[in-house]
């Protein structure tokens, strides 16, 4: 069985050995590959070791752990970033959401949820804890209009390019259309899809598209139906 490779990203060494730990006893499918202080040692070891689930620490020096998974994202679509934090506030949940992480977990989970975690992140799913799921949503629903038209740090949990893609599945566009008209690969788009449909909690572009437009993350980005 293919190991799940994991890069562990958190300034204090104590919890990266805590991680580490965790991750040891389910050594058989979950492997770790490498460890990082700051969001730009994570960035040089994506770039070398290429994982498929990053552990991000949000709050460190030199570069937090939004603006790494930011650029991970960009970098490296196919890499799915878990958010770890001890800090349940708004402002953390929805700005990792919004800078692409796949999921969004507290530092006192338990091992078996980690784990549980890091499966569901590797297949495409978007592991949350419940607490920060019910933040992210009521930060969706509560947004005022105008605060939503009026920056471009809007509450959206779509990254811009998820958005274009998004979009283009509300047209009915197939993913062979999509990677010609963004000029990108059909695997590029298939990763910018499962991202799409694992932060909106749907199973299939229908519901996507529905769910899109019931948070108004559509009309807000000026797409009509054309």
Known sequence: MEHIRVLIVDDHPMVRVGLQHCIASHKSEVEVVGEAANGREALQAVESLRPQVVLMDLVMPKMDGVAATREIRARWPTIRVIALTSFPEDAYVTKAMKAGAAGFLHKDVEPSELIAAIRQAHRGEAPLHPQAAQVLLDSWRDAPAEQIAETSDSLSPLTPRETEVLCLLAKGRPNRAIAQELVVSEKTVKAHVSNILSKLDVRNRTQAVRRARQL???????????
């Open 216 to 226: 108004d993350l559509i009309p807000r980005l000026g797409f009509s139906d054309d």
